[in-house]
């Protein structure tokens, strides 16, 4: 079973920071890569989708790398605001499988 | 363009009784899921269908839990009776079809149960 591990569990920055969110998996036999936002109270927003054969995407302040041979994934989020301030969630696709296995996300807060 | 639709935002109902969640996925998306989401938890998959064919349903609890996708378009989730343990937050999501392809999640239904 492929296991999803996200660290820090909770990171808490003044604005401004430059800030790394880590994620981890157990089995490197995967489709894709999926980060999501998820708001308190809110769904996921998809923020940044890595296929298996790609090493990093880029979405304005947004940069996600994936080194599918150890199991690694970073999220780096450049100038961090307040309004960056959410739960960050990790997903990867099995390629035996077609859902997501997620981890337990980052929590994120950002202050002015 | 709408992305995926669900209803009711909100639900508390007592242990033992029925409900019911709805979800329109987005435009031509084959694929539809229906994951659960426990405080301080990731989401996990209770079922997925490709049109209106559920294709892995492995991790419903089938003697509670009922789906169906009539047309291949919306679906609708049931829980009866319901059990204190069901509290949580129910997502639904949907994609293309094919393995490469970017999901996409509704606002989730939070459910509680007293």
């Known amino acids: 079973k492929q296991e999803v591990t996200q660290i820090p569990a909770a990171l808490s920055v003044p604005e401004g920071e430059n800030l790394v969110l880590n994620c981890s998996f157990t089995?490197?036999?995967?489709?894709?890569l999926q980060w999501f936002r998820q708001d308190p109270g809110k769904g996921l927003t998809s923020l940044l989708l890595?296929?298996?054969?790609?090493r990093e995407q880029t979405s304005g302040r947004l940069n996600a790398s994936l080194d599918k041979s150890s199991g690694r994934s970073t999220l780096y989020i450049a100038a961090s605001q307040p309004g960056d301030s959410a739960t960050y969630l990790c997903?990867?696709?099995?390629?035996?499988?077609?859902?997501?296995?997620f981890g337990r996300g980052t929590q994120l807060t950002v202050w002015p | 363009e709408a992305g995926v639709v669900q209803s009711p935002r909100y639900k508390i109902i007592e242990k033992k009784q029925p409900v019911a969640f709805w979800c329109n996925p987005i435009?031509?998306?084959?694929?539809l899921y229906w994951y659960r989401q426990n405080l301080g938890q990731g989401p996990e998959l209770l079922i997925r269908?490709?049109?209106?064919?559920?294709?892995?349903d492995s991790q419903l609890p089938k003697d509670r839990f009922s789906a169906e996708r009539l047309k291949g378009v919306d679906s609708t989730l049931k829980i009866q009776p319901a059990e204190l343990g069901d509290s949580a937050v129910y997502l639904c999501?949907?994609?293309?079809?094919?393995?490469?392809?970017?999901?996409?999640f509704g606002q989730g239904t939070r459910l509680t149960v007293v």
């Open positions: 890595i296929q298996s054969s790609q």
């Open positions: 999501a949907s994609s293309l079809a094919g393995e490469n392809t970017e999901a996409f």
């Open positions: 269908y490709e049109n209106e064919e559920a294709v892995d």
């Open positions: 089995d490197s036999a995967i489709y894709n």
């Open positions: 997903a990867v696709r099995p390629t035996w499988l077609g859902r997501l296995y």
């Open positions: 435009s031509g998306h084959n694929t």
